[in-house]
């Protein structure tokens, strides 16, 4: 298995410098796959979309995940997430074995533990930005009340605009205010710059450094824009289903500093 790289992560759990340079300590593994393994049946041919993966996420890190369309990133997160099932290998967050859940344990390991963030932001037309968020924090065991959601992320005048009266980037904020409402451990960040132009990309990567820094909560970002890398704690780069590299970052880059 690939050890983790648990020095302290720049979040709101682990000390840094103003600068955003690392510094002493360390951070503990919360979310674990080794093996993992995903095959998809397609007419008699078995399509591998993930390959004996081993990887862990460290409590309060980020970590950037790249790799060409059908690498297996979404695919890989999709399992850790409880999202789907794995063929083989296994997942852990904590001590909770994922791969051995039931389908009423793995929701509850979703609604509990795990925000996610797409890159189309799924709002309900009918709702306000507030009434989007309140969806998720109705059935939260310890919630945050939505106008705190959407301050967090910059938008605490917008709380009752409807998304049409709101700018792709608002409305990915609002999404992201959605998953963070319920205090996730984890947040699952599937392409959420994809459909944005990079003034309004990093807006959306300073709300998500935000949610880091001052919750404390482990990101993981799926991009094919390669130069968001600069602001993770780690790089996992995929191919053909595996990992084909992993880099550290000793000091992390403001989303304003990333050249796009």
């Not at 609604?111 to 969806?135: K, M, W």
């Not at 970002?221 to 890398?229: F, S």
Request: hydrophobic fraction near 40%; charged fraction near 25%.
């Amino acid at each position: 298995m690939i050890e983790p790289l648990c020095r302290a992560a720049q979040g709101g759990a682990a000390s840094s410098s103003p600068s955003g340079s690392r510094e002493g300590g360390a951070a503990q593994p919360i979310l674990r796959a080794e093996r993992l393994t995903k095959i998809y049946r397609s007419g008699d041919v078995d399509v591998a979309a993930l390959r004996a993966v081993d990887f862990s996420f460290c409590r309060g890190e980020i970590v950037v995940l790249l790799g060409p369309s059908g690498s297996g990133k979404s695919t890989f997160l999709n399992l850790v997430g409880g999202l789907d099932r794995a063929s083989s290998g296994k997942a852990w967050f904590g001590n909770l074995d994922l791969t051995a859940c039931s389908e009423r344990k793995l929701t509850r390991f979703r609604r509990d533990h795990v925000g996610f963030v797409f890159q189309f932001y799924n709002l309900i037309p009918s709702l306000t930005a507030s009434e989007n968020v309140a969806l998720v924090t109705d059935i939260a065991k310890d919630p945050m009340d939505p106008a705190e959601a959407l301050a967090r992320v910059g938008l605490n005048e917008r709380l009752d605009h409807f998304p049409a009266q709101l700018s792709g980037g608002e409305q990915q904020r609002v999404a992201i205010a959605r998953a963070i409402a319920k205090r996730p451990e984890i947040m699952l960040c599937d392409e959420p710059t994809g459909a944005l132009d990079s003034r309004t990309g990093i807006v959306v990567l300073e709300a998500l450094i935000r949610v880091n820094a001052e919750l404390g909560t482990t990101i993981a970002i799926i991009t094919h824009n390669a130069a968001i890398r600069q602001i993770a704690d780690r790089v996992v780069t995929f191919r053909d289903g595996r990992i084909a590299e992993e880099a550290t970052n000793t000091q992390r880059l403001p989303p304003h500093a990333v050249s796009w």
